[in-house]
């Protein structure tokens, strides 16, 4: 089903529950590169959805329960870099290409436990299980 409507921005009831929690930017990204995915690949929907995943992680960092802008535009992880036909794990919207202060920045904002003490592949692990926490929680309500 198209996550665009009449006014070309996203369907906000039809997105991902991240999603409606997050800018009409991010939303709109998600819902336009969803749209023309879902045509390209033949009606796939879980294709289309990880197209659109791909597109918003080039812009959009999962932040707790929803999406915020990334300081600089790029891939978030090694999977995004190497593309669709990589083994490599997904970091599930945490930037871990970002910098380890911006890293530790986050995990501060989202109160991970023993933060000071991690490098840079620990804070995106535990930034990692805060998100899905966080959404667990926000889903809840």
Avoid at 7 to 34: C, G, I, M, V
Avoid at 56 to 67: F, I, R, T
């Amino acid at each position: 089903m198209p996550k665009t409507g009449k006014n070309d921005h996203a369907r906000k009831e039809e997105l991902p529950s991240t999603l409606q929690r997050s800018d009409q930017k991010a939303q709109d990204t998600f819902a336009k590169t969803y749209d023309s995915a879902l045509e390209s690949y033949d009606h796939d929907e879980q294709r289309a959805a990880r197209a659109a995943y791909a597109s918003l992680k080039h812009s959009y960092e999962k932040v707790g329960d929803h999406w915020e802008p990334k300081a600089k535009r790029g891939p978030s992880d090694k999977r995004a870099e190497q593309g669709v036909r990589s083994s490599a794990p997904t970091a599930g919207g945490v930037d871990a290409n970002a910098s380890k202060e911006h890293l530790y920045k986050l995990a501060r904002e989202l109160d991970v436990k023993g933060r000071s003490k991690m490098d840079k592949d620990q804070l995106v692990k535990a930034l990692q299980k805060a998100n899905d926490a966080a959404t667990r929680k926000a889903r809840s309500k």
